[in-house]
């Protein structure tokens, strides 16, 4: 809804999002405990009831030239409870070509990543996702061209770690700088190709955590989750290396130039829907020793680039005749009612993705005579996944909408065994319901 | 304030109380400081001014089937000042009859809990609130039937502790059920019972904490507050047990089923108000031991059932001639004005109610030699509570409360001395006084 | 905007304000690592782009009796990230002469203190400020008398640390009262004198920690930052006095009295203004020992009254010819236009400002051999601060507006070197921008 005043206009919307979560097979019977957050090869969560969004929206404008937006979020997906901010930003909206942003954005990498919470088509994002930037802080000039079939972003940013948000400060001296570029040929020509898009996203920067506090702070590391949203990848920490060594290992820190690239694509053509994107993140990495026992000579900080992967391609179809767009089903044809003939709107969906980790990252190294996995640990850290996804849409009103997702996750590596032959993580298997709310 | 755009309407609401607490009594000469958290077995507390609650809320329909409820709570009672979510759900109204909630809500047990916070009588909610659910996160299903005089709500929730708010996702695997029926049999019939509810609350459900995370998370444990919001009693945790012994304790756990039963009643007549309500909470807990000194041999894991019970009864008086009603007086006759006569409505209170909690939890246990309490320490944890309170509101407006309480309460034990004899905590004494805004 | 419902009327109002901070010489090029926090004699801080405020506003009235303002921070300032309220309160307005204001408020005593965090003329407020109490907790009657040329506040509240807000309960039992005579005598009078207004603010109180947990909590003393927001001052905390010493301090806590006095003054004339204030924080520490080696026989807890100041003076002239005010430039003659003429209103401003530490602070003290600082170190913690900044304010349009500083700070102390012969901290300089939008 929409409130004016003069040349001021407010506008408030919400977004909220119910979960129910279920984690099939993951029980371990030789385990006594029901509780255990990890067991069965690092498989375990509770079944739960839980907000994955609760989201009001303050959108703003003055006039033509200057415009605001303002999201809040209460769902408390960090750690503890409390609300945060997601969106804030501030636009200079000089025309349709150049518009100035200024504050807490998303990154311009990953097309999912870009497409709103309320929108995805299923109900978590795949794993390009978790390589491409969450929301950064900074600048951007963004902006159509040519009959808006050219779309441009580019920005001047914090620089945030791979899937995750950018903290309230910049926690190095470095910036990053994040560019995409994203077509829409026939936009405007009523062809079959109307609704192509097609693009690349990138960014670079360098990223600086230094050695002697590099076990503080990993703000600059991924941690890399599943759509069940178990994290299933992490880089070597400070605290995980020192046990067991007579010289402890720094852990790994950010010390380098990260690059990330990303081709994507959609395609939406009457109740059909295509997207498909592939992204890499390369980024320079540090592992450094330091004396523990009487007697240790540490070795020499090691620095290496290294290059994880991820792409996805994901297929929808409106049953009930309704358009697809990058946006959702917006518009339903005969919305649910009581005692009345509407249904809603029915989509199925399905997805397959893959996210491999560098094959670099799981080498060993020896110091001190006890040998260790220099970045990450095969034995707990997977190498490699791969997902597929079936979901149902159903959109009861253009308001509401009910999503059931069934995914199931294979793994290399990450569930226990030896360093030298891990054993696979368990696969995973979720039955994911949602109860969304928006307006 | 209400805003419409269609069939859309957003109400924006707000409940802001501003508190002044004043402790009598509870200064001990012998400390030299005056700043000491606990003294004077057990009771001391900082005077202060405080916000309760601010909460603004959210509150929208979309046409007859669609509706939801969002309430921020910026009052940082939890720990810390940070805001968080105390409200938010999305209703499905099949018909006054069946509506599908799905989010969090209150859960269906206590009578004076489920009273919003802006309508209780006193300042601070009395003991059967402490065993009752608070908020719980799930799908429950309500409605009214026979023109009205039959309430009912049935719902499967992640399951809370007694008194508390839940997690923001489970923190186990198991899950709670909830029901309450609650019937005002003359409600449409202009008699002397018009005013008249009575009914049961009731929940049952499991919750298993598991022995080897048990010191971690007490998220399934009570911890009783006294209408001064001290808490009083809390069950052992394994850092407490495992001081001076040679085996330690893991500290007590839920491990087991957790059943509620609550009856209820309230009866309001022209200006008079009554409400009463009696709880039992009955929860299997555990207890184990483990391995601290050389050649300690811990003994097996004890499991028991505990079941504490509470209950009051309140009684008011609006001594303006205004209507009492369960939602508090909604309409002031002559309220307050700068130069007129109106001075507002008055209203005089009092209650009546006490707290149990299960003997056997005091059982002193022998391990390696020492003794100690095993599944509550009767030294420092009250077994037996009783508080009377005499309240005073002035409902300057229908939208401005003013609310002065005081509050005594007598406790067993919980006051130091020796397990065997333990002193009682010294009586709590309270004035507190509250600002209350709502609209 | 507001809405509007019978007697009661709704504001929504909003603050937004993004900042680049860029530090300038504060690179040591002798340390491998360019993000540590604290080296070159201190001095280090990371370049960022973040948000200093986002600030919703509900602002209502119920007829001419009540009134509220509730003001949530999404900027997360304070540790982390999380949402807390700064402003929330419930107004009785008897009269003009007479408002009755109850909740969390800012401490009646600073000058730039009271001027709105949108209003401020520099990006940063100056020292006075960090002397001055920030949001307390309390009750206070202000009002305006003899045609508004008489302002005064004199409120009760919880009491706070300089330069902070208060916590959400009291931390001691201890209460402040605060005062502020305001004057604008020729007011209503179109002279040269028309824009003069002169007072004193005051506070006094009492806080009281207690030796026995002065170690845990130190909410009741400053932590003073520079306009660059970089701390540069506080007190001896237990931990630092422990290391080192055969008996350990208890480091400095609050213990006694707190008496804070600031006259002020503004005078604006046409584009011309000028703020000017002093301050004086004077407040009684203690600092006490405990045994930590064997045969430690700590000596006596010493306590001392001790006096920090600060004054500043800035000069602001409006460029384009605007009108300036305490509220800022409030309407802008031409505003900036697409295509259009108007470039908005420009207006410079300088500062200068200084803040000394009592110099008692740094005496320091031998126990048990070891010489140590006893209420602050003079290696690590500034005993004086002088700042000058010069800005520009370029308001696009009444609603948003850019702001460029350049801020350079000069200290004594606090840069290294012995107790007895003190380093300097190294020069600050800092270019800080920022975009506001307010509505």
Known sequence: ?????????????????????????????????????????????????????????????????????LTPEFAGNGSGDAASIVD?????????????????????????RLQSGGAITFIERGFPTELAPNRDLGIQLQGELFSSTVNYTLGYYNGTADGRDVAATDSDNRKEIGA?????????????????????????????????????????????????????FSYTSAATAATATAAGSTGVYADGDHTRLSPQLYFYRNSFGLLSEYITSEQELSQGFVAVGAGSTPSATTTQKL???????????????????????????QPFTIGGPGWGAFEVAARYGKLEIDDDSFDPVTEGGVTFARYANPVSQISEAEAWTLGVNWYL???????????????????????????????????????????
């Open 307 to 333: 290059k994880n992967e991820a792409w996805q391609v994901a297929v929808s179809y409106v049953l009930t005749g309704e358009d697809a767009s990058f946006r959702g089903v917006t518009k339903v044809n």
């Open 88 to 112: 804030a930003y501030i636009d200079l909206k000089f025309s349709p070509a150049a518009t100035l942003r200024a504050g807490k954005v998303k990154g311009p990498v990953g097309l999912e």
């Open 397 to 439: 009103t253009s308001n509401l909408k009910a999503v059931l997702n069934y995914t199931q996750v294979k793994f290399e590596g990450g569930g226990g065994g030896t360093a030298a032959a891990p054993d696979d993580r368990e696969d995973e298997k979720t039955v994911f319901g949602r109860l969304q709310l928006s307006f």
């Open 180 to 232: 995409r570029l994203f077509l829409e040929p026939f936009k405007n020509d009523p062809s079959f190709f109307q609704g192509l898009g097609f693009g690349i996203g990138s960014s670079f920067g360098t990223k600086d955590q230094g050695a002697f506090n590099a076990g503080s702070a990993n703000n600059f590391l991924p941690r890399i989750r599943t759509p069940g949203q178990l994290q299933v």
């Open 1 to 69: 809804v929409s409130i004016k005043k003069g040349d001021f206009e407010l506008k408030i919307k919400g977004l909220v999002q119910a979960d129910v979560r279920t984690y099939l097979d993951d029980y371990n019977p030789a385990n006594t405990s029901e509780t255990a957050t990890t067991n069965r090869n690092g498989l375990y969560s509770n079944d739960t009831v839980t907000f994955r969004r609760i989201r009001p929206t303050f959108e703003g404008t003055f006039g033509k030239l200057v415009g605001f937006r």
